[in-house]
Antibody
Framework: EVQLVESGGGLVKPGGSLRLSCAAS????????MNWVRQAPGKGLEWVSS????????YYADSVKGRFTISRDNAKNSLYLQMNSLRAEDTAVYYC??????????WGQGTLVTVSS | QTVVTQEPSLTVSPGGTVTLTCASS?????????PNWFQQKPGQAPRALIYSTSNKHSWTPARFSGSLLGGKAALTLSGVQPEDEAEYYCLLYYGGAVVFGGGTKLTVL
């Protein structure tokens, strides 16, 4: 069974940093691209970043470029999102999602990040 | 900045048929945008329904179908059930970047 479990969310002050993790199981993690998608309270889905299976290709939404860094450790079946210079508008539930051949079929349950003083 | 547009809200009667659409500010949506569709209920993570325009996941009910319609991606629900009341999001792929539509709130009434 495919499982994606996010962790690392919490309350952080504006300008602070946070590192999210996504633990994958039930599939060959190193064969799949992975994505981070977020959802602000009461708002729609927003794609944040993606990383290819071997980390060769990395993309970011303009809203996070230069502040967030996506990475993965295939040996640990884990995906990461390092978030720096956090702003109030980064407050959201952050989901990790698996992608293969443009099929974004599996999502985690999300972790809440709150940026507030 | 690329914008993907969906109907903000739609209402359908139980047993009826409804089509949700997904338009791109860059022009006609084609299969090369690999449209995906997701269903989200309050307090839950999104659930994938359709990928690459019209392909269903193993868990996708048969009443859901995806297509291209008039330059847009479309999600059609035939024989709507009360449990289909939810928010629906489309996703379009732009050569590396991904953009979600703003979502359609579907009410079954």
């Amino acid at each position: 069974e495919v499982q994606l479990v996010e962790s690392g969310g919490g309350l952080v002050k504006p300008g602070g940093s946070l590192r999210l993790s996504c633990a994958a199981s039930g599939f060959t993690f190193s064969s799949y691209s992975m994505n981070w998608v977020r959802q602000a309270p009461g708002k729609g889905l927003e794609w944040v970043s993606s990383i290819s299976s071997s980390s060769s290709y990395i993309y970011y939404a303009d809203s996070v470029k230069g502040r967030f860094t996506i990475s993965r450790d295939n040996a640990k079946n884990s995906l990461y999102l390092q978030m720096n210079s956090l702003r109030a508008e980064d407050t959201a539930v952050y989901y990790c999602a698996r992608e293969v051949d443009w099929n974004y079929g599996y999502w985690g349950q999300g972790t809440l990040v709150t940026v507030s003083s | 900045q690329t914008v993907v547009t969906q109907e903000p809200s739609l209402t359908v009667s139980p047993g009826g048929t409804v089509t949700l659409t997904c338009a791109s500010s860059t022009g006609a949506v084609t299969s090369g945008y690999y449209p995906n569709w997701f269903q989200q209920k309050p307090g839950q993570a999104p659930r994938a329904l359709i990928y690459s325009t019209s392909n269903k996941h193993s868990w996708t009910p048969a009443r859901f179908s995806g297509s291209l319609l008039g330059g847009k991606a479309a999600l059609t629900l035939s024989g709507v059930q009360p449990e289909d009341e939810a928010e629906y999001y489309c996703l379009l792929y732009y050569g590396g970047a991904v953009v979600f539509g703003g979502g359609t709130k579907l009410t079954v009434l």
